[in-house]
Structure formats: structure tokens, C-alpha cells
């Protein structure tokens, strides 16, 4: 079976400090793979998309970078993080282009930036 | 992206069903309804899509119109575990569509014991 980590879980960190986040997908090969963001609120924002390795797209203009090294590995990271950086962390897979695979989700990463 | 229009916000009492509607009039002919729920401190969960018919699961029932402009996610029995927040997201199927899910506000589900 499938399954995706996130780590580490919580992090709080201060302004102007590095960060990696990792995300790492076991069961599948050639997964699309995504970086959302969930900022005090509800709605969910896509960062990143990946569909394999060293491809990726960025959908909204931030600070932050991602990487995909390894097929099954998605890494979130920043140079610099800024306050507005805080917020839920969440990686997700899906296999191939289609819209009718669902999508799966990781346990997520809290990140403050203090 | 096609955009859905949702209620902020939905209560129900534990045990009865709950019907949780959708609109989303621009719908393009190769989107698909899908339905996530995502718990307190938690990543979304897959719930259910379809395209044009009915379509039933474990979880849930969704009832699409015909037209497709609006939908419903139908919970037969409410329990304490069910309260979250509901999101219901178009998904192209188009070349660059790429599977991406694009979140609105959802519908805040209360479900009293």
C-alpha cells in the first residue's frame, strides 16, 4: 500500500532562517506530487507541483523553492523565511494527469515563524 | 480553474442525513466533482467524485444534476466523526491540468450529538 511522510511535524523558526521541508512517498513510482499551503483560515493553497524528477512548477510567486531529487521525494525549501511564511505544510500525491485519481494527502508540517 | 460556490458553514445532528450542495455553473465538460473533507489538524481526505452520474461509496452518496452545474454530498448518518470542513473542487483532466486541486473556503460541518 501506498503511504507519505512529512517531517519533521512542527518547526518553529526565525525570521531570515533556512528551511527544508521533506516529503517522501513509499508504494508508487512516478507520482505527481504537491506542495500546498494552509495559512490561518481554511483554504488550501498549491505552491508547487511535480511531475517527475527535477520538474517543477510554481504557482504563485513566493519565496520558496522546491526540489524533487529523487522520484519519490519532494523538498520545500526557503532561503530566508518571513513571517508570512507560517502556516500548515501539506505534501500530496496522485498517480498520472487524469482527473478521477484522488489525491493523498501527508500529515502535514506546522510551521511558525517567529 | 472552474470555481465552486459553497456554504461557510452547515450543522446537523448526529445519526441524520446531511446533503451539502455545490454550485459550480462554468463547469467545463472534462471536469470532475470532487469532494474532500479535511479534520481539525489534519491533511484532506478523498471523499468522492464523479462526472455525470450518481455515485455512491462507503462514505458518502454525491447526486449530480443533469445540467452538472451544481452537486450534493450526501452523508446518509451524521456522526461526531464526520465534523470538518467539506470542500468540493473541480478537476480537469486537460493536458496541463496536471491532477492540481484548487481549494476554496469549504463548508464548515457542525454535527451535534
Known amino acids: 500500500s501506498q503511504t507519505i511522510h512529512q517531517w519533521p511535524a512542527t518547526l518553529v523558526q526565525p525570521v531570515g532562517s533556512p528551511l527544508s521541508l521533506e516529503c517522501t512517498v513509499e508504494?508508487?513510482?512516478?507520482?505527481?506530487l504537491y506542495w500546498y499551503r494552509q495559512a490561518a483560515g481554511r483554504g488550501l493553497q498549491l505552491l508547487f507541483y511535480s511531475v517527475g524528477i527535477g520538474q517543477i512548477s510554481s504557482e504563485v510567486p513566493q519565496n520558496l523553492s522546491a526540489s524533487r531529487p529523487q522520484d519519490r521525494q519532494f523538498i520545500l525549501s526557503s532561503k530566508k523565511l518571513l513571517l508570512s511564511d507560517s502556516g500548515f505544510y501539506l505534501c500530496?500525491?496522485?498517480?498520472?494527469?487524469?482527473?478521477?485519481?484522488?489525491?493523498?494527502f501527508g500529515p502535514g508540517t506546522r510551521l511558525t515563524v517567529l | 480553474d472552474a470555481k465552486t460556490t459553497q456554504p461557510n458553514s452547515m450543522e446537523s445532528n448526529e445519526e441524520e442525513p446531511v446533503h451539502l450542495p455545490c454550485n459550480h455553473s462554468?463547469?467545463?465538460?472534462?471536469?470532475?466533482i470532487h469532494w474532500y473533507r479535511q479534520l481539525p489538524s489534519q491533511g484532506p481526505e478523498y471523499v468522492i467524485h464523479g462526472l455525470t452520474s450518481n455515485v455512491n461509496n462507503r462514505m458518502a452518496s454525491l447526486a449530480i444534476a443533469e445540467d452538472r452545474k451544481s452537486s450534493t454530498l450526501i452523508l446518509h448518518r451524521a456522526t461526531l466523526r464526520d465534523a470538518a470542513v467539506y470542500y468540493c473542487?473541480?478537476?480537469?483532466?486537460?493536458?496541463?491540468?496536471?491532477?492540481?486541486?484548487?481549494f476554496g473556503q469549504g463548508t464548515i460541518l457542525t454535527v451535534h450529538p
Open positions: 508504494g508508487t513510482s512516478n507520482p505527481n
Open positions: 473542487i473541480l478537476r480537469g483532466t486537460g493536458g496541463t491540468s496536471y491532477g492540481k486541486l484548487t
Open positions: 500530496a500525491w496522485t498517480s498520472g494527469r487524469v482527473g478521477y485519481n484522488e489525491q493523498f
Open positions: 462554468t463547469i467545463s465538460g472534462t471536469d470532475y
